[in-house]
Protein backbone atom coordinates (compact mmCIF):
# COMPACT_ATOMS: atom_id res chain seq x y z
CA UNK A 1 0.00 0.00 0.00
CA UNK A 2 1.49 2.97 -1.08
CA UNK A 3 0.12 5.70 1.52
CA UNK A 4 0.88 9.81 0.95
CA UNK A 5 1.32 11.33 4.30
CA UNK A 6 0.56 15.05 4.71
CA UNK A 7 -0.19 17.87 7.71
CA UNK A 8 -0.36 21.46 8.08
CA UNK A 9 1.22 21.88 11.21
CA UNK A 10 4.71 21.99 9.05
CA UNK A 11 7.10 19.38 8.07
CA UNK A 12 9.35 20.02 11.38
CA UNK A 13 6.45 19.17 13.79
CA UNK A 14 6.17 16.25 15.98
CA UNK A 15 2.63 14.21 14.55
CA UNK A 16 3.77 14.20 11.11
CA UNK A 17 6.32 12.47 12.70
CA UNK A 18 5.15 9.78 14.39
CA UNK A 19 2.14 9.61 11.81
CA UNK A 20 5.21 8.53 9.38
CA UNK A 21 6.86 6.21 11.27
CA UNK A 22 3.33 4.40 12.71
CA UNK A 23 2.43 4.30 9.01
CA UNK A 24 5.33 2.90 7.96
CA UNK A 25 4.73 -0.44 9.47
CA UNK A 26 1.56 -1.13 7.12
CA UNK A 27 2.92 0.66 3.39
CA UNK A 28 5.42 2.58 1.63
CA UNK A 29 5.47 6.45 2.95
CA UNK A 30 5.85 9.21 1.21
CA UNK A 31 5.69 12.91 3.02
CA UNK A 32 4.89 15.83 1.38
CA UNK A 33 4.20 18.76 3.99
CA UNK A 34 4.08 22.62 4.00
CA UNK A 35 7.82 23.57 4.77
CA UNK A 36 5.58 26.51 7.26
CA UNK A 37 3.02 26.29 9.34
CA UNK A 38 -0.12 26.37 7.70
CA UNK A 39 -2.53 26.42 10.50
CA UNK A 40 -6.41 27.67 9.48
CA UNK A 41 -5.62 28.33 6.00
CA UNK A 42 -8.52 26.16 4.70
CA UNK A 43 -8.78 24.98 1.56
CA UNK A 44 -6.48 27.70 -0.22
CA UNK A 45 -4.19 27.06 -3.29
CA UNK A 46 -1.36 28.33 -4.87
CA UNK A 47 -1.88 29.91 -8.01
CA UNK A 48 -0.59 33.24 -8.55
CA UNK A 49 2.83 32.13 -6.92
CA UNK A 50 5.15 29.20 -8.07
CA UNK A 51 5.59 26.43 -5.56
CA UNK A 52 9.19 25.11 -4.53
CA UNK A 53 10.06 21.83 -3.16
CA UNK A 54 12.81 21.10 -1.10
CA UNK A 55 14.69 17.36 0.36
CA UNK A 56 13.83 17.38 4.56
CA UNK A 57 16.24 14.86 6.61
CA UNK A 58 15.68 14.38 10.12
CA UNK A 59 17.97 12.54 12.06
CA UNK A 60 20.46 12.52 9.25
CA UNK A 61 18.00 10.88 6.83
CA UNK A 62 15.59 11.63 4.05
CA UNK A 63 12.11 12.59 5.99
CA UNK A 64 10.21 13.73 2.80
CA UNK A 65 9.55 17.06 0.54
CA UNK A 66 8.90 20.32 1.78
CA UNK A 67 6.38 22.81 -0.15
CA UNK A 68 6.47 26.08 0.29
CA UNK A 69 2.97 26.11 0.29
CA UNK A 70 -0.53 25.63 2.02
CA UNK A 71 -1.63 21.88 2.53
CA UNK A 72 -3.59 20.75 -0.24
CA UNK A 73 -0.59 22.34 -2.80
CA UNK A 74 1.24 19.58 -1.14
CA UNK A 75 -1.49 17.25 -1.68
CA UNK A 76 -1.73 18.38 -5.22
CA UNK A 77 1.86 18.44 -6.30
CA UNK A 78 2.54 15.42 -4.50
CA UNK A 79 0.42 12.89 -6.16
CA UNK A 80 0.96 14.74 -9.54
CA UNK A 81 4.89 15.57 -9.79
CA UNK A 82 6.83 13.84 -6.62
CA UNK A 83 5.14 10.29 -6.17
CA UNK A 84 6.08 7.91 -8.90
CA UNK A 85 3.05 5.90 -9.08
CA UNK A 86 -0.55 7.72 -6.87
CA UNK A 87 -0.88 6.49 -3.34
CA UNK A 88 -3.81 4.11 -2.70
CA UNK A 89 -4.43 6.83 0.75
CA UNK A 90 -3.45 9.83 2.26
CA UNK A 91 -3.34 10.73 5.69
CA UNK A 92 -3.00 13.87 7.08
CA UNK A 93 -2.09 15.07 10.55
CA UNK A 94 -1.61 14.51 13.05
CA UNK A 95 -2.61 17.67 13.66
CA UNK A 96 -2.56 19.64 17.45
CA UNK A 97 -5.20 21.15 18.14
CA UNK A 98 -9.24 18.94 17.33
CA UNK A 99 -10.43 19.89 13.92
CA UNK A 100 -14.45 19.06 15.34
CA UNK A 101 -17.71 21.44 14.43
CA UNK A 102 -16.78 24.53 12.71
CA UNK A 103 -12.86 24.36 12.78
CA UNK A 104 -13.53 21.36 10.19
CA UNK A 105 -13.73 24.52 7.47
CA UNK A 106 -10.96 26.59 8.84
CA UNK A 107 -8.66 23.53 8.96
CA UNK A 108 -5.63 22.96 6.96
CA UNK A 109 -5.02 19.40 7.82
CA UNK A 110 -8.99 18.33 7.00
CA UNK A 111 -8.48 20.11 3.83
CA UNK A 112 -5.43 17.78 2.70
CA UNK A 113 -7.36 14.91 3.23
CA UNK A 114 -10.38 16.91 1.17
CA UNK A 115 -8.05 17.54 -1.71
CA UNK A 116 -6.93 13.73 -1.72
CA UNK A 117 -10.94 12.82 -1.92
CA UNK A 118 -11.51 15.31 -4.91
CA UNK A 119 -8.96 13.42 -6.50
CA UNK A 120 -11.00 10.43 -5.86
CA UNK A 121 -8.24 9.05 -3.49
CA UNK A 122 -9.30 7.74 0.07
CA UNK A 123 -8.00 9.49 2.70
CA UNK A 124 -7.95 10.45 6.67
CA UNK A 125 -7.33 13.53 8.48
CA UNK A 126 -6.20 12.87 11.80
CA UNK A 127 -6.21 15.46 14.78
CA UNK A 128 -5.47 15.34 18.71
CA UNK A 129 -7.69 17.37 21.33
CA UNK A 130 -5.11 19.47 22.44
CA UNK A 131 -3.04 22.36 20.75
CA UNK A 132 -0.05 21.66 23.46
CA UNK A 133 -0.40 17.25 22.77
CA UNK A 134 3.10 16.11 23.34
CA UNK A 135 2.47 12.15 23.19
CA UNK A 136 1.24 11.26 19.31
CA UNK A 137 1.31 7.90 19.95
CA UNK A 138 -1.80 6.85 20.72
CA UNK A 139 -3.33 9.05 17.59
CA UNK A 140 -0.52 7.28 15.71
CA UNK A 141 -1.72 3.39 16.50
CA UNK A 142 -5.65 4.79 15.82
CA UNK A 143 -4.70 6.46 12.22
CA UNK A 144 -3.22 3.01 12.09
CA UNK A 145 -5.66 1.26 12.74
CA UNK A 146 -7.96 2.84 10.55
CA UNK A 147 -5.60 3.04 7.52
CA UNK A 148 -6.35 -0.71 7.44
CA UNK A 149 -10.25 -0.75 7.79
CA UNK A 150 -11.07 2.01 4.99
CA UNK A 151 -8.53 0.62 2.60
CA UNK A 152 -10.54 -2.95 3.06
CA UNK A 153 -14.51 -1.41 3.47
CA UNK A 154 -15.69 0.46 0.26
CA UNK A 155 -15.41 3.90 0.91
CA UNK A 156 -16.96 5.95 -1.25
CA UNK A 157 -14.92 7.98 -3.68
CA UNK A 158 -15.16 11.81 -2.90
CA UNK A 159 -15.85 10.95 1.17
CA UNK A 160 -12.58 11.71 3.69
CA UNK A 161 -12.71 10.68 7.16
CA UNK A 162 -11.78 13.05 10.08
CA UNK A 163 -10.80 11.64 12.88
CA UNK A 164 -10.23 12.94 16.16
CA UNK A 165 -8.15 11.78 19.16
CA UNK A 166 -9.14 12.65 22.91
CA UNK A 167 -5.44 13.84 24.51
CA UNK A 168 -5.78 11.49 27.37
CA UNK A 169 -3.49 8.53 28.11
CA UNK A 170 -4.87 5.35 26.48
CA UNK A 171 -6.79 3.97 29.15
CA UNK A 172 -8.64 6.83 29.88
CA UNK A 173 -9.61 6.47 26.21
CA UNK A 174 -13.54 5.91 26.23
CA UNK A 175 -13.69 3.80 22.65
CA UNK A 176 -14.43 5.11 18.93
CA UNK A 177 -17.40 6.24 17.83
CA UNK A 178 -18.78 6.85 14.24
CA UNK A 179 -20.00 10.72 14.33
CA UNK A 180 -21.56 13.82 12.61
CA UNK A 181 -19.82 17.17 12.40
CA UNK A 182 -20.75 19.12 15.21
CA UNK A 183 -22.69 22.66 15.29
CA UNK A 184 -20.26 24.45 18.08
CA UNK A 185 -18.71 27.72 16.31
CA UNK A 186 -16.84 30.41 17.58
CA UNK A 187 -17.85 33.86 19.48
CA UNK A 188 -14.92 35.66 17.24
CA UNK A 189 -13.26 38.69 19.12
CA UNK A 190 -10.94 40.85 17.76
CA UNK A 191 -8.65 42.63 20.26
CA UNK A 192 -8.08 45.76 19.15
CA UNK A 193 -3.91 47.18 20.17
CA UNK A 194 -2.09 49.95 19.19
CA UNK A 195 1.37 49.56 18.04
CA UNK A 196 4.41 51.40 18.92
CA UNK A 197 3.52 54.13 16.36
CA UNK A 198 0.17 54.61 17.80
CA UNK A 199 -1.70 52.48 14.78
CA UNK A 200 -4.53 50.16 15.80
CA UNK A 201 -4.26 46.26 14.83
CA UNK A 202 -6.61 43.97 15.48
CA UNK A 203 -5.92 40.06 16.66
CA UNK A 204 -8.69 37.45 16.58
CA UNK A 205 -9.32 35.40 19.55
CA UNK A 206 -13.03 34.32 20.97
CA UNK A 207 -14.26 30.92 22.70
CA UNK A 208 -15.44 27.80 21.20
CA UNK A 209 -19.44 28.18 21.97
CA UNK A 210 -20.29 24.46 22.92
CA UNK A 211 -23.84 24.05 21.32
CA UNK A 212 -23.50 20.07 20.82
CA UNK A 213 -24.59 17.80 23.38
CA UNK A 214 -26.07 14.64 21.70
CA UNK A 215 -23.46 11.68 21.73
CA UNK A 216 -23.37 11.14 18.20
CA UNK A 217 -21.42 14.85 17.28
CA UNK A 218 -17.67 15.07 16.90
CA UNK A 219 -17.46 17.56 19.41
CA UNK A 220 -19.22 15.73 22.09
CA UNK A 221 -17.88 12.51 21.63
CA UNK A 222 -14.37 14.14 22.24
CA UNK A 223 -15.54 15.88 25.15
CA UNK A 224 -16.99 12.31 26.79
CA UNK A 225 -13.27 11.21 25.50
CA UNK A 226 -14.17 9.01 22.21
CA UNK A 227 -12.03 8.65 19.40
CA UNK A 228 -14.38 10.18 16.99
CA UNK A 229 -14.42 9.21 12.77
CA UNK A 230 -16.74 11.69 11.13
CA UNK A 231 -17.45 10.91 7.15
CA UNK A 232 -17.24 14.01 5.65
CA UNK A 233 -17.71 14.77 1.84
CA UNK A 234 -16.98 18.15 -0.48
CA UNK A 235 -20.69 18.45 -1.68
CA UNK A 236 -21.83 21.28 -0.38
CA UNK A 237 -25.58 21.15 -2.01
CA UNK A 238 -28.09 22.00 0.59
CA UNK A 239 -30.60 19.53 -0.88
CA UNK A 240 -33.11 20.34 1.78
CA UNK A 241 -33.08 24.25 0.89
CA UNK A 242 -33.02 23.36 -2.36
CA UNK A 243 -36.16 21.22 -2.37
CA UNK A 244 -37.52 23.96 -0.36
CA UNK A 245 -36.66 26.51 -2.83
CA UNK A 246 -38.08 25.19 -6.03
CA UNK A 247 -41.49 26.64 -4.44
CA UNK A 248 -39.57 30.64 -4.61
CA UNK A 249 -39.68 29.83 -8.46
CA UNK A 250 -36.90 32.00 -8.68
CA UNK A 251 -37.18 31.79 -12.75
CA UNK A 252 -40.01 34.09 -12.96
CA UNK A 253 -36.99 36.54 -11.12
CA UNK A 254 -35.48 37.01 -14.67
CA UNK A 255 -38.73 37.14 -16.54
CA UNK A 256 -40.26 39.89 -15.35
CA UNK A 257 -37.02 41.70 -16.34
CA UNK A 258 -36.71 40.43 -19.56
CA UNK A 259 -40.33 41.04 -20.84
CA UNK B 1 -31.78 47.00 5.16
CA UNK B 2 -27.71 47.43 6.03
CA UNK B 3 -25.64 44.99 3.53
CA UNK B 4 -22.10 44.37 4.28
CA UNK B 5 -20.15 43.83 0.78
CA UNK B 6 -17.06 42.17 0.54
CA UNK B 7 -14.74 40.07 -2.35
CA UNK B 8 -12.14 38.38 -3.12
CA UNK B 9 -10.96 39.90 -5.76
CA UNK B 10 -9.64 43.12 -3.48
CA UNK B 11 -11.29 46.40 -2.84
CA UNK B 12 -9.70 47.78 -5.66
CA UNK B 13 -11.68 45.49 -8.47
CA UNK B 14 -14.13 46.74 -10.52
CA UNK B 15 -16.74 43.69 -9.38
CA UNK B 16 -16.68 45.01 -5.67
CA UNK B 17 -17.41 49.00 -7.10
CA UNK B 18 -20.74 47.85 -9.49
CA UNK B 19 -22.00 45.47 -6.58
CA UNK B 20 -21.70 47.93 -3.97
CA UNK B 21 -23.44 50.75 -6.39
CA UNK B 22 -26.11 48.46 -7.04
CA UNK B 23 -27.12 47.37 -3.60
CA UNK B 24 -27.03 51.12 -2.85
CA UNK B 25 -30.28 51.50 -4.07
CA UNK B 26 -31.88 49.14 -2.13
CA UNK B 27 -29.90 49.48 1.39
CA UNK B 28 -27.56 50.87 3.52
CA UNK B 29 -24.12 49.52 2.25
CA UNK B 30 -20.50 49.14 3.83
CA UNK B 31 -17.66 47.64 2.37
CA UNK B 32 -15.33 45.82 4.18
CA UNK B 33 -12.98 43.42 1.22
CA UNK B 34 -9.24 42.38 1.34
CA UNK B 35 -6.58 44.86 0.70
CA UNK B 36 -5.09 42.64 -2.00
CA UNK B 37 -6.43 39.93 -4.19
CA UNK B 38 -7.62 36.66 -2.51
CA UNK B 39 -8.78 34.38 -5.51
CA UNK B 40 -8.36 30.46 -4.33
CA UNK B 41 -7.35 31.28 -0.54
CA UNK B 42 -10.35 29.23 0.22
CA UNK B 43 -11.90 29.55 4.01
CA UNK B 44 -8.45 30.36 5.19
CA UNK B 45 -8.73 33.07 8.60
CA UNK B 46 -5.85 34.92 9.86
CA UNK B 47 -5.44 34.00 13.70
CA UNK B 48 -0.85 33.72 13.34
CA UNK B 49 -0.69 37.72 12.49
CA UNK B 50 -2.57 40.80 13.21
CA UNK B 51 -5.16 42.68 10.95
CA UNK B 52 -4.98 46.07 9.90
CA UNK B 53 -7.84 47.77 8.37
CA UNK B 54 -7.56 51.10 6.34
CA UNK B 55 -9.89 53.15 5.03
CA UNK B 56 -10.46 53.16 0.91
CA UNK B 57 -11.26 56.00 -0.92
CA UNK B 58 -12.89 55.90 -5.18
CA UNK B 59 -13.59 58.73 -6.67
CA UNK B 60 -12.49 60.93 -3.92
CA UNK B 61 -15.14 59.70 -1.55
CA UNK B 62 -14.91 56.77 1.22
CA UNK B 63 -15.63 53.95 -0.38
CA UNK B 64 -14.83 51.21 2.34
CA UNK B 65 -12.70 49.33 5.04
CA UNK B 66 -9.80 47.74 3.31
CA UNK B 67 -8.73 44.36 5.56
CA UNK B 68 -4.62 43.25 4.76
CA UNK B 69 -6.10 39.57 5.19
CA UNK B 70 -8.93 37.02 3.54
CA UNK B 71 -12.04 37.35 2.50
CA UNK B 72 -13.56 35.47 5.56
CA UNK B 73 -11.50 37.79 7.53
CA UNK B 74 -12.94 40.78 6.02
CA UNK B 75 -16.56 39.25 7.07
CA UNK B 76 -15.80 38.24 10.59
CA UNK B 77 -14.20 41.74 11.42
CA UNK B 78 -16.31 43.81 9.18
CA UNK B 79 -19.49 42.32 11.12
CA UNK B 80 -17.84 42.26 14.79
CA UNK B 81 -15.70 45.36 14.96
CA UNK B 82 -16.40 47.69 11.99
CA UNK B 83 -20.13 47.68 11.81
CA UNK B 84 -22.13 49.26 14.21
CA UNK B 85 -24.78 46.96 13.90
CA UNK B 86 -24.92 43.51 12.53
CA UNK B 87 -25.91 43.52 9.02
CA UNK B 88 -29.39 41.80 7.74
CA UNK B 89 -27.54 40.86 4.51
CA UNK B 90 -23.80 39.98 3.69
CA UNK B 91 -22.49 39.98 -0.76
CA UNK B 92 -19.71 38.95 -1.93
CA UNK B 93 -18.14 39.49 -5.15
CA UNK B 94 -19.00 39.87 -8.07
CA UNK B 95 -16.10 37.87 -9.24
CA UNK B 96 -14.51 37.47 -12.40
CA UNK B 97 -14.44 33.83 -12.73
CA UNK B 98 -17.28 31.09 -12.19
CA UNK B 99 -17.39 29.68 -8.83
CA UNK B 100 -19.44 26.40 -9.91
CA UNK B 101 -18.75 22.59 -8.88
CA UNK B 102 -15.27 22.02 -7.49
CA UNK B 103 -14.53 25.80 -7.95
CA UNK B 104 -16.73 26.19 -5.11
CA UNK B 105 -14.08 24.71 -2.30
CA UNK B 106 -11.29 26.75 -3.76
CA UNK B 107 -13.51 29.99 -3.78
CA UNK B 108 -12.56 32.84 -1.68
CA UNK B 109 -16.22 34.64 -2.98
CA UNK B 110 -17.62 32.03 -2.15
CA UNK B 111 -16.01 31.81 1.52
CA UNK B 112 -16.70 35.29 2.75
CA UNK B 113 -20.38 34.47 1.65
CA UNK B 114 -19.88 31.01 3.80
CA UNK B 115 -18.34 32.83 7.20
CA UNK B 116 -22.00 35.35 7.02
CA UNK B 117 -23.72 32.05 6.81
CA UNK B 118 -21.97 31.03 10.10
CA UNK B 119 -22.37 33.52 12.09
CA UNK B 120 -26.47 33.07 10.62
CA UNK B 121 -26.36 36.12 8.33
CA UNK B 122 -28.01 35.84 4.99
CA UNK B 123 -26.09 35.87 2.36
CA UNK B 124 -25.16 35.88 -1.54
CA UNK B 125 -21.64 35.05 -3.38
CA UNK B 126 -21.82 36.53 -7.15
CA UNK B 127 -19.36 35.90 -9.92
CA UNK B 128 -19.53 36.18 -13.89
CA UNK B 129 -18.35 33.62 -15.30
CA UNK B 130 -15.19 35.13 -17.46
CA UNK B 131 -11.72 36.09 -15.68
CA UNK B 132 -11.91 38.79 -18.33
CA UNK B 133 -14.88 40.36 -18.07
CA UNK B 134 -15.64 43.70 -18.16
CA UNK B 135 -19.27 44.51 -17.57
CA UNK B 136 -20.66 43.81 -14.32
CA UNK B 137 -23.63 45.75 -14.21
CA UNK B 138 -25.93 43.18 -15.42
CA UNK B 139 -24.68 40.78 -12.25
CA UNK B 140 -25.27 43.84 -10.25
CA UNK B 141 -28.88 43.61 -11.05
CA UNK B 142 -29.44 39.91 -10.29
CA UNK B 143 -27.45 40.99 -7.29
CA UNK B 144 -30.05 43.44 -6.21
CA UNK B 145 -33.06 40.88 -7.21
CA UNK B 146 -31.95 37.85 -5.34
CA UNK B 147 -30.87 40.54 -2.18
CA UNK B 148 -34.65 41.39 -2.32
CA UNK B 149 -35.52 37.27 -2.55
CA UNK B 150 -33.72 36.47 -0.02
CA UNK B 151 -34.46 38.73 2.77
CA UNK B 152 -38.37 37.95 2.14
CA UNK B 153 -38.02 34.78 1.56
CA UNK B 154 -37.44 32.30 4.92
CA UNK B 155 -33.23 30.69 3.73
CA UNK B 156 -32.46 28.94 6.90
CA UNK B 157 -29.74 30.19 9.08
CA UNK B 158 -26.38 28.58 8.01
CA UNK B 159 -27.27 28.36 3.90
CA UNK B 160 -25.82 31.02 1.54
CA UNK B 161 -26.58 31.63 -2.14
CA UNK B 162 -24.15 30.87 -4.79
CA UNK B 163 -24.97 32.56 -7.63
CA UNK B 164 -22.84 32.36 -11.16
CA UNK B 165 -24.11 34.87 -14.26
CA UNK B 166 -22.58 34.07 -17.60
CA UNK B 167 -20.74 36.63 -19.17
CA UNK B 168 -22.89 37.35 -22.09
CA UNK B 169 -25.01 40.17 -23.33
CA UNK B 170 -28.08 40.64 -21.20
CA UNK B 171 -30.37 39.57 -23.86
CA UNK B 172 -28.98 36.21 -24.86
CA UNK B 173 -29.33 35.30 -20.84
CA UNK B 174 -31.27 32.45 -21.20
CA UNK B 175 -33.37 32.98 -17.38
CA UNK B 176 -32.47 31.96 -13.67
CA UNK B 177 -32.27 28.31 -12.21
CA UNK B 178 -32.32 26.78 -9.40
CA UNK B 179 -29.15 24.43 -9.69
CA UNK B 180 -27.27 21.90 -7.80
CA UNK B 181 -22.96 22.31 -7.24
CA UNK B 182 -21.57 20.02 -10.38
CA UNK B 183 -19.09 17.34 -10.42
CA UNK B 184 -16.68 19.14 -12.43
CA UNK B 185 -13.37 19.54 -11.23
CA UNK B 186 -9.75 19.90 -12.37
CA UNK B 187 -6.97 18.12 -14.43
CA UNK B 188 -4.05 19.77 -12.17
CA UNK B 189 -0.87 19.94 -14.01
CA UNK B 190 2.45 21.38 -12.71
CA UNK B 191 4.68 23.01 -14.98
CA UNK B 192 8.15 22.61 -14.05
CA UNK B 193 10.37 25.70 -15.07
CA UNK B 194 13.86 26.59 -13.90
CA UNK B 195 14.95 30.46 -12.23
CA UNK B 196 17.78 32.23 -13.47
CA UNK B 197 19.92 30.05 -10.98
CA UNK B 198 18.70 26.84 -12.57
CA UNK B 199 16.58 25.76 -9.36
CA UNK B 200 13.17 24.25 -10.37
CA UNK B 201 9.83 25.32 -9.27
CA UNK B 202 6.12 24.54 -10.23
CA UNK B 203 3.40 26.77 -11.76
CA UNK B 204 -0.04 25.06 -11.38
CA UNK B 205 -2.48 25.02 -14.37
CA UNK B 206 -4.52 22.82 -15.49
CA UNK B 207 -8.08 22.22 -17.75
CA UNK B 208 -11.44 21.65 -15.88
CA UNK B 209 -12.67 18.23 -16.82
CA UNK B 210 -16.33 19.06 -17.92
CA UNK B 211 -18.74 16.19 -15.49
CA UNK B 212 -22.04 18.18 -15.86
CA UNK B 213 -24.50 17.01 -17.89
CA UNK B 214 -27.82 17.94 -16.47
CA UNK B 215 -28.81 21.33 -16.65
CA UNK B 216 -30.04 21.21 -12.60
CA UNK B 217 -26.25 21.48 -12.19
CA UNK B 218 -24.13 24.85 -11.84
CA UNK B 219 -21.28 24.16 -14.48
CA UNK B 220 -24.22 22.74 -16.90
CA UNK B 221 -26.88 25.46 -16.66
CA UNK B 222 -24.14 28.42 -16.96
CA UNK B 223 -22.85 26.73 -20.47
CA UNK B 224 -26.49 27.02 -21.68
CA UNK B 225 -26.63 30.43 -20.42
CA UNK B 226 -28.84 30.38 -17.52
CA UNK B 227 -28.26 32.45 -14.42
CA UNK B 228 -27.41 29.16 -11.73
CA UNK B 229 -28.46 29.57 -7.91
CA UNK B 230 -27.33 27.12 -5.62
CA UNK B 231 -28.19 26.96 -2.26
CA UNK B 232 -24.82 25.85 -0.20
CA UNK B 233 -24.41 24.92 3.47
CA UNK B 234 -21.18 24.26 5.71
CA UNK B 235 -22.26 20.92 7.11
CA UNK B 236 -20.08 18.92 5.84
CA UNK B 237 -21.21 15.37 6.62
CA UNK B 238 -22.03 12.76 4.32
CA UNK B 239 -24.88 11.34 5.43
CA UNK B 240 -25.60 8.43 3.21
CA UNK B 241 -21.55 7.59 4.30
CA UNK B 242 -22.32 7.54 7.89
CA UNK B 243 -25.37 5.57 7.34
CA UNK B 244 -23.15 2.57 5.37
CA UNK B 245 -20.42 2.79 7.94
CA UNK B 246 -22.85 2.03 11.05
CA UNK B 247 -22.42 -1.29 9.63
CA UNK B 248 -18.87 -1.27 9.84
CA UNK B 249 -18.73 -1.35 13.79
CA UNK B 250 -16.10 0.97 13.81
CA UNK B 251 -16.70 0.78 17.93
CA UNK B 252 -15.07 -2.90 17.82
CA UNK B 253 -11.36 -1.11 16.74
CA UNK B 254 -10.52 -0.34 19.63
CA UNK B 255 -12.18 -2.87 22.21
CA UNK B 256 -9.70 -5.38 20.38
CA UNK B 257 -6.92 -2.55 21.27
CA UNK B 258 -8.04 -2.88 24.70
CA UNK B 259 -9.11 -5.91 26.21
Redesign the interface.
Known amino acids: MRILVCNDDGIDSPGIYTLAESLKEIGEVTVVAPLK?Q??????????Y????TKHFKNGSFFGHAVDGTP??CV??GI??LMKDPPDLVVSGINHGSNTA?N???SGTV?AA?EAA?MDIPSIAISVTNHAVTDFNFAG??AK??AK?ITG????LG?LLNVNVPDVPE?K?A????T??GKS?WD???E??QDPYG??????TGNLLEMDKEIELDEAAIKRNY?S??????????????N???K?N??H???G??D
Not at 50 to 53: A, Q, T
Not at 153 to 156: E, H, T
Open positions: ESAVGHAITMHPLRVADKIRNIIIYSRIKVLLEKDIPTNIGILLKQKDIYRRKDYYWLVVTPIHFDLTDYETYKMKWIELLNKK
